[in-house]
């Protein structure tokens, strides 16, 4: 997030604006917010995005602004879906904040301009789902000035969907000073701090499912890390390219030769790239599966891989807690079903049990050391799986990019 370059006085910083660096005072601000959480029959399952807002959410109240909160939920396709309204999540934010949180109908229209402009300082407000609109995946530039117009700031706190060049994430920014927000703040911050500068030994442990979708991130990290785990359904496609057999585990056959690529260029950089000794496998993909612990050159032809052995856990484990830094995306199997839940459980708790500083790159990892209980242990818990994946991979992120920027010389 930051850019050097020198100076005869010093080295000037140049970084992406914040809420600190504003006045919110009677100001309008429409604050893109990550409220896409898990709804289970019109409830809330899991508001983890929500309470990560709140920091934000709560300064831009006590600094007297007048909150418009922006946010999608699900994939609605620019259609209006009923189930995908966002009136429960009005009310839950309602109770955190202990004040009414008044909630629009409409995404953008003549009643939504005329209610923000009733809106007084400190009051909260937060509009329709905004993918119910066609142009907001889009990037749609007159949908982007609508959002705009409502507001005399933009702060973008979503950094869930800041990997998305939409009109609420990065077109609005290009009509309204520009600023992030608290929580997107700290997401650059530390995975940040964790690519460019890490404390060593650096392990990143990354799982999945296929190898296609872990490349970018995979290759980022080979020029970082010391230790690279690799588990989960895309270890098999490594462990294939060793001439390995491995029945009917999941393979991304396109994917063999740049598995074996990636295992020559950690050899080539130093890096100590680790793969299961041995699988848990099943003879069919259920909970009710026969399963058994082998060595990963005696998996049976009819047989599956779906969770790393006890021998690689052990292995793993050890690396973790040893390390610095560790930063985790994907899981080590099908962490769902009990039977497999193993591998990916003992990370977690390796992880909890490190002295070193820990990130969990959302998705799947999140949902599993939630699942186990280990997330208040965990020092960073990223709230962007795609997000936080693409900026592992070294990418750009839109959201992010179209920030205002602000020159600081560090003396």
């Not at 259609?79 to 429960?88: A, G, I, K, S, T």
């Not at 004040?99 to 003549?110: A, G, N």
């Not at 990037?139 to 702060?155: I, P, R, T, W």
């Amino acid at each position: 997030m930051s850019l050097l370059k020198f100076s005869l006085g010093g080295i000037q910083v140049k970084r992406k604006m914040n809420l600190r660096d504003v006045e919110l005072q009677g100001k309008s601000v429409f604050c893109r917010v990550d409220f896409n959480v898990p709804m289970s029959k019109g409830e809330i399952s899991d508001d983890t995005r929500i309470q990560a807002a709140l920091p934000t959410i709560m300064y831009l109240i006590q600094n007297g602004a007048k909150v418009i909160l922006a946010s999608h939920l699900g994939r609605p396709d620019g259609e209006v879906v009923e189930e995908l309204r966002l009136d429960p999540i009005a009310q839950h934010l309602s109770n955190y904040l202990e004040q009414p949180v008044f909630k629009t109908d409409d995404v953008y229209s003549e009643d939504v301009s005329k209610a923000v402009g009733e809106l007084e300082e400190g009051d909260v407000m937060l509009l329709e789902n905004v993918r119910f609109e066609k142009g907001e995946k889009k990037n749609d530039e007159a949908l982007a000035k609508q959002f705009a117009s409502l507001a005399d700031l933009y702060v973008n706190d979503a950094f869930g969907a800041a990997h998305r060049a939409h009109a609420s994430t990065e077109g609005i920014a290009h009509h309204l000073p520009a600023v992030s927000g608290f929580l997107l703040e700290k997401e650059i911050e530390v995975l940040g701090k964790a690519l460019d500068n890490p404390e060593r030994p650096f392990t990143a442990i990354i799982g999945g499912a296929k190898v296609k979708d872990k490349i970018g991130v995979i290759d980022h990290l080979i020029d970082r890390v010391d230790h690279l785990l690799i588990g989960g359904g895309l270890s098999y496609t490594f462990i294939k390219s060793l001439g390995h057999e491995i029945g009917q585990s999941l393979l991304d056959e396109e994917n063999i030769d740049l598995a074996k690529q990636f295992i020559q260029k950690a050899k080539d950089k130093g890096v100590s790239l680790h793969l299961p000794v041995d699988v848990t496998v099943a003879d069919d993909f259920s909970e009710e599966a026969n399963t058994k612990v082998v060595p990963i050159d005696e998996i049976p032809s009819d047989w599956e891989g779906l969770d790393i052995g006890s021998e690689t856990v052990e292995n793993f484990s050890q690396i973790i807690r040893d390390s610095k830094l560790v930063i985790w995306n994907g899981p080590m199997g099908v962490f769902e079903y009990e039977a497999f839940a193993n591998g990916t459980k003992s990370v977690a708790k390796a992880l909890s049990e490190t002295e070193g500083y820990t990130v969990i790159g959302g998705g799947d990892s999140a949902s599993a050391v939630e699942k186990f209980n280990y997330a208040d242990q965990m020092d960073h818990i990223s709230t962007g799986g795609g997000a936080s994946l693409e900026f592992m991979e070294g990418k750009v992120l839109p959201g992010v990019a179209a920030l205002n920027e602000l020159d600081e010389e560090v003396k």
